[in-house]
């Protein structure tokens, strides 16, 4: 995927957190940019760990399970996600967070090692030896599909 990126996307934000929310891969502004969660799911991803958890983007670290936006933007393919995977536990190592919120399924599947759907996962704690795992939507998810906001702000709360 790194030839027809215009920039990798590391993780941002706070290294000393408790709390790192993890999407799947960049998307079009965040490929421009070189910043995850800059465009539309990023500005709901910010409003909503500001209004229901209480906290400021710069409170949390965000990061995705690979640094470089797919071509047309699909879902990355097992082989990339192998590729860049241990970056984002090489990322979690040195913050080692409390909780880890997995933005969708493909961010779920990588930090559980679990080939469930979102359904059956979305809403639930899974401990780990080092950190804690919840599983919600994704933000860009929730854009199409608008009626799963008030779920996904539900899921927040807890």
């Known amino acids: 995927m790194h030839k027809g990126r215009t920039n990798a996307v590391p993780g941002d934000g706070n290294p000393n957190t408790y ?12 490929d421009k940019r070189g910043k995850p969660f800059v465009g539309k799911s990023g500005k709901l991803l910010n409003k909503l760990i500001e209004d229901i958890l209480g906290l400021k983007r710069e409170d949390v670290f965000i990061t995705n399970v690979v640094r470089c936006r797919p071509p047309q933007n699909r879902t990355p393919d097992k082989k990339e996600i192998e590729a860049c995977s241990h970056y984002l536990f090489e990322e979690l190592d ?14 779920a599947k990588v930090l559980l090692d679990k080939d469930e759907k979102i359904s059956e996962l979305r809403g639930n704690f899974y ?4 950190f804690t795992v919840f599983v919600t939507f994704h933000p860009a998810f929730v854009i199409r599909n608008p009626a799963y906001m008030e779920v996904l702000q539900e899921i927040l709360k807890r």
Not at 19 to 30: H, L, N, Q, S, W
Not at 127 to 130: F, G, V
């Open 19 to 30: 709390v790192v929310f993890v999407g799947e891969a960049p998307g079009y502004d965040e």
């Open 94 to 107: 040195v913050i080692r967070p409390k909780l880890v919120v997995a933005l969708g399924a493909p961010a």
């Open 127 to 130: 401990t780990r030896s080092d």
